[in-house]
């Protein structure tokens, strides 16, 4: 009882002091807590951040990946299409000479002969 009633110079009892200091403990817990709360959210969020970088790039890898893909298999069809038509062409040059070659020899030779 005469605790309760022992003042400070201020005139403010102790248990309101008391009070005051509990207060400001649970104050600076709770800012404790907060402050671990928000390192592991940024903590989160960096991991989260690297793993869609991470997402990112693989997608971004595959469709350079896919495009390579799709350009090679056209120059490869374009490929094979001029190989396709230069052995075309190189056949009708080919039965073109096996027909003509008894005349255009007769007529290289004729040319030849008739050079004075």
């Not at 991991?47 to 350079?64: N, P, Q, T």
């Not at 299409?81 to 255009?104: G, P, Q």
Request: hydrophobic residues 35%.
């Amino acid at each position: 009882m005469i605790l309760d009633l022992c003042l400070l110079k201020g005139g403010v009892p102790m248990d309101v002091i008391s009070e005051i200091i509990a207060y400001e403990k649970h104050a600076e817990e709770i800012v404790a807590q907060a402050n671990k709360k928000a390192e592991a959210i940024l903590s989160d969020a960096a991991a989260l951040r690297e793993k869609e970088r991470i997402v990112c790039e693989e997608e971004r890898s595959d469709k350079i990946n896919s495009y390579h893909d799709e350009l090679k298999k056209s120059g490869e069809e374009h490929c094979s299409a001029t190989a396709a038509e230069c052995s075309a062409v190189i056949k009708r040059l080919d039965d073109e000479f096996s027909k003509n070659r008894d005349k255009w020899t007769d007529e290289i030779y004729k040319n030849i002969i008739s050079v004075e």
